[in-house]
């Protein structure tokens, strides 16, 4: 019980600093601290410098061969789970008739949780420090999937001209060059030199204080009373924290005995959506307000899910 009242405390102190977080960036354009302009470049700052130099500081740990096949395994689940949300948001966004101007949003929204932010405090917190190994692959899945299926889905339902869908689009950006070129150096046990990596690994630790501070500059834009009464804001909540956990633990514990492995998956898909929803809405035409309402209400409502997702574990 003490684990499930240690998630509890996690999941209050993050919740705190998030919307600490999205108020300075509320505040600071509501005052004209920043301007539009200002806000709109700051998303492309994040894809092509913070992301980059977060994915190459995330892979630089050490080569651990006998945790490699949990690794795996928590990599190949996470993969799974990613195409099962994006076939179940799909078969929602059919029942529930949805344009093209609401598909990619809810379609990246069903798919992506905020794994890195809240997920792998949330699961250091109820498992203990060796899950962090693990929680690197979950993450290394999100990523790849993120700025590949992520990115063509943004593109894919663009009305815009300059987002047309395009393999180069897709694959060859700042973030996923960065991601192979991490990757060449983990699986080559091949460590940067330290002012090298402890500068990346500063400029890295900017992802998510920028992406909140992001999403609460958008928000200003809009009223905050629209984002609780958006009823799909709550339909959003129920499929990224409930349905897909529970989808998640059902489908895979009858194929991951080791139930910390299986803790691991389920509960960084019991995660609240991406902060980096709206980063890439706004780098490839997707619609800023729209995501970030998304994200502020199932950040709030994961205070109550993501507790109850520890017990399954404890």
Request: include cysteine; hydrophobic fraction near 60%.
């Amino acid at each position: 019980m003490g684990f499930f009242m240690g998630a509890v405390v996690v999941v209050t102190e993050k919740l705190i600093m998030v919307f600490l977080l999205l108020l300075i960036g509320y505040m600071a354009r509501k005052t004209k601290v920043v301007n539009d302009s200002f806000v709109d470049q700051l998303s492309k700052f994040l894809v092509c410098v913070i992301i980059p130099c977060f994915q190459i500081s995330a892979l630089q740990v050490d080569f651990a061969p006998e945790l490699l096949r949990g690794g795996i395994t928590v990599f190949i689940s996470c993969m799974v789970m990613h195409g099962v949300s994006m076939v179940v948001g799909f078969i929602l966004a059919k029942i529930f008739r949805f344009g093209r101007e609401r598909m990619a949003v809810w379609l990246f929204s069903c798919m992506f949780a905020n794994i890195g932010f809240m997920g792998i405090p949330v699961i250091v917190a109820v498992f203990g420090e060796d899950t962090v190994f693990y929680c690197s692959f979950a993450s290394f899945a999100f990523n790849i999937l993120t700025y590949t299926l992520g990115v063509a889905i943004f593109c894919f339902y663009s009305d815009k001209p300059e987002f047309k869908l395009s393999w180069k689009r897709v694959f060859l950006t700042p973030v996923n060059i960065s991601i192979a070129f991490g990757l060449v150096l983990f699986l080559l046990d091949i460590r940067l030199p330290e002012f090298i990596r402890g500068t990346t690994q500063m400029v890295g630790d900017m992802v998510a204080p920028l992406a909140m501070i992001y999403i609460g500059a958008v928000l200003s834009r809009t009223s905050m009373k629209d984002a609780f009464r958006d009823k799909w804001a709550y339909a959003i909540s129920v499929v990224r924290l409930v349905m897909m956990p529970l989808l998640g633990y059902f489908l895979l514990e009858r194929f991951i005995t080791d139930r910390l492995i299986l803790g691991v998956v389920v509960m960084g898909l019991a995660t609240p959506i991406g902060v980096l929803c709206a980063v890439l809405a706004a780098e490839y035409g997707g619609d800023m307000e729209m995501t970030a309402r998304y994200t502020l209400v199932t950040t709030l409502l994961s205070a109550f899910t993501l507790p109850a997702f520890a017990l399954l574990f404890l």
